[in-house]
T-cell receptor
Framework: DGGITQSPKYLFRKEGQNVTLSCEQN?????MYWYRQDPGQGLRLIYY???????QKGDIAEGYSVSREKKESFPLTVTSAQKNPTAFYLC???????????????FGSGTRLTVV | QQPVQSPQAVILREGEDAVINCSSS?????VHWYRQKHGEAPVFLMI?????EQKGHEKISASFNEKKQQSSLYLTASQLSYSGTYFC????????????FGAGTILRVKS
C-alpha cells in the first residue's frame, strides 16, 4: 500500500544538537510538506517542496532546513538555532498544489521531538 | 492568515448532530477538512472547490460559500468514532496558494 513513512516515531535532542527527521513517500506525489504541531494548536507550515531540488520556506522556517534530492524523500533538519523545537512534526504529500489542487494531503504518522 | 474555526470544542451524545464552521478573510480557491485522533496523523475527509459545492462522506458532509469565504462541516447522527479534532484548511491566492490550517475544533462523542 502507498503511503508516507516518517522516522523515528520519537526523538530526543540535547541542547545544541542538530537532528534530522526522515520522510519517505511511495505515492508518486510531486509536492511534499513539513508541518509543526504544538499541543492544542493547529498545524503550521515549516517548508514545502513542489518539485525535486526546489523548496520554499513556510511560516516558521527559522531554525529548520530541508533538502529534496529525490522525489520520494524530504528530510527535515532541526538545527540548534531552533530555540523551542519540542513539538509533533508531520510530513505530508499531495498531487498537485495550490489552486490546482483537487486532492487532499496524505500525512505520515509523525515524529514527536523532545529536547532534553 | 489562519482561518477561524468555531466552536473550539463540542461535546455530543451518540446520535446527535454537530456543525463546525470555518471562515477566512481571504478569497478562497478551496477548503479542506481533516480529522485527527489523539497522537495520530490528520486524515483527509474532503475538499471543496471554488463554486459553492457541497460534498458528502458517509454521514459527514460539508458546504462551501465562496462569496462569504466560509465552509461548514456537518456531522449527522454522530458515532463514537467521530471523536477527534477537526481541522479546516484553506487555499487562497493572497496566501501564496499554500494550505493554511485553522486551530481546530475538538469533538467528543459520548455514549
Amino acid at each position: 500500500d502507498g503511503g508516507i513513512t516518517q522516522s523515528p516515531k520519537y526523538l530526543f535532542r540535547k541542547e545544541g544538537q542538530n537532528v534530522t527527521l526522515s520522510c519517505e513517500q511511495n505515492l508518486n506525489h510531486d509536492a511534499m510538506y513539513w508541518y509543526r504541531q504544538d499541543p492544542g494548536q493547529g498545524l503550521r507550515l515549516i517548508y514545502y517542496s513542489q518539485i525535486v531540488n526546489d523548496f520554499q520556506k513556510g511560516d516558521i522556517a527559522e531554525g529548520y532546513s530541508v533538502s529534496r534530492e529525490k522525489k520520494e524523500s524530504f528530510p527535515l533538519t532541526v538545527t540548534s538555532a531552533q530555540k523551542n523545537p519540542t513539538a509533533f512534526y508531520l510530513c505530508a504529500s499531495s498531487r498537485g498544489t495550490g489552486q490546482y489542487q483537487v486532492y487532499g494531503y496524505t500525512f505520515g504518522s509523525g515524529t514527536r521531538l523532545t529536547v532534553v | 492568515q489562519q482561518p477561524v474555526q468555531s466552536p473550539q470544542a463540542v461535546i455530543l451524545r451518540e446520535g446527535e448532530d454537530a456543525v463546525i464552521n470555518c471562515s477566512s478573510s481571504k478569497a478562497l480557491y478551496s477548503v479542506h477538512w481533516y480529522r485527527q485522533k489523539h497522537g495520530e496523523a490528520p486524515v483527509f475527509l474532503m475538499i471543496l472547490l471554488k463554486g459553492g459545492e457541497q460534498k458528502g462522506h458517509e454521514k459527514i458532509s460539508a458546504s462551501f460559500n465562496e462569496k462569504k469565504q466560509q465552509s461548514s462541516l456537518y456531522l449527522t447522527a454522530s458515532q463514537l468514532s467521530y471523536s477527534g479534532t477537526y481541522f479546516c484548511g484553506t487555499v487562497s491566492m493572497e496566501y501564496g496558494n499554500k494550505l493554511v490550517f485553522g486551530a481546530g475544533t475538538i469533538l467528543r462523542v459520548k455514549s
